[in-house]
């Protein structure tokens, strides 16, 4: 089975509903009818030798019953059947690349399976739509050190400097620039895929966020900010990949000396209990705004002051939920920032 598969969902319920209601319908219209029909001739053809006062009653009601039957029948094939074609139509444009094709349908009988399909079409259409700002996106980003090093590498052949180790040292940063790229790029692919891959060890997450704190320690002091890092009592070890969750606090932590103006605090803090181990990162640099408080987490997507990538906090999301964890930001122009990371003590299958 596919990865994640939980059974089937509202919109195969959809298609099984539509399938039933379909089978009941032709059961009724090519089994039902004719055997009305064959009654019919059977009384005609008993009554054509004798016919009683009564008979008249059958003759003449039994058709009128049959009309009523044909033109419930009909009805049926006017709202299922029509539809239906409709149906089949859009998913064959559907299925040559027209994202956009919508089915209408005032039919209570398909309904369900129109507004399943209508459905399938939005996520997909909107999955081409992510697909190709992807690509966009990174067309852009590998642009720039390209672009670097091609120049770089020109002057060189055209004698504007010569290949020392300070030129060379500029086109190795670059190429760095790239691999982290790429190397994001990958583990975002197979966060988003659900094949993302964690080693799973009793952790104590305390240390893991004191190490990131002792690691930019230095990079704090350059830029002038103050770092503290707090935590309760009796915060307990857990299940993570602590590798995978000092890449995300590393992440949290870049982001904020990044934003942060000369003379500003960054604060870590653990805290837990029984059920959860809840890390914090705040900062008094100079906040978002509402709008892109709610994108921070899109890929691709940076603030006014990020030098990043743009798929830092991504990766951070995706990683703190394959951990069966939540990721929040609240933030405010000139208020700073604060990201709540929250990991459950027993990892959720």
Do not use: C
Request: hydrophobic share 50%; glycine share 10%; net charge negative.
């Amino acid at each position: 089975m596919p990865h994640g598969w939980r059974g089937p969902g509202p919109g195969a319920e959809a298609w099984a509903g539509f399938g039933r209601r379909m089978a009941a319908g032709l059961v009724m219209f090519f089994i039902v009818g004719p055997l009305l029909v064959l009654t019919l001739l059977i009384v005609l053809a008993t009554v054509a030798f004798d016919v009683p006062g009564w008979v008249w009653l059958v003759i003449f009601g039994l058709p009128i019953l049959f009309v009523m039957a044909l033109a419930v029948f009909g009805r049926f094939a006017f709202r299922t059947l029509l539809p239906a074609r409709s149906l089949i139509r859009a998913a064959g444009s559907l299925a040559d690349g027209d994202y956009s094709v919508r089915v209408n349908s005032t039919s209570p009988a398909t309904a369900p399976v129109v507004a399943s399909f209508n459905q399938m079409a939005e996520r997909l259409e909107s999955a081409d739509e992510q697909r190709r700002q992807l690509l966009g996106d990174l067309g852009h980003e590998l642009r720039t050190p390209l672009t670097v090093i091609r120049g770089e590498i020109e002057a060189m052949l055209d004698g504007v400097h010569q290949p020392d180790p300070d030129h060379l040292e500029v086109l190795l940063d670059e190429v760095k620039v790239m691999e982290r790229l790429l190397e994001d790029l990958r583990t975002l692919s197979l966060a988003e895929a659900g094949a993302l891959a964690l080693h799973m060890e009793l952790t104590d997450v305390v240390a893991v966020v004191a190490d990131v704190a002792e690691t930019h320690a230095r990079l704090a002091d350059a830029r002038g900010v103050r770092m503290g890092m707090t935590v309760s009592r009796d915060v307990p070890e857990i299940m993570v990949d602590p590798v995978r969750i000092r890449q995300v606090v590393t992440n949290l932590v870049v982001n904020s000396l990044r934003a942060m103006p000369e003379g500003g605090s960054l604060s870590l803090g653990v805290s837990g209990g029984a059920d959860e181990v809840v890390v914090t990162v705040a900062d008094t640099g100079i906040g978002l705004p509402p709008d892109e408080v709610d994108r921070v987490f899109e890929r691709f997507h940076k603030g006014s002051t990020s030098s990043g990538s743009g798929l830092g906090l991504t990766i951070s999301r995706d990683l703190v939920e394959a951990h069966s964890g939540s990721i929040q930001m609240e933030s405010a122009p000139g208020a700073g920032t604060v990201i709540t990371i929250r990991l459950p003590s027993v990892l959720e299958h």
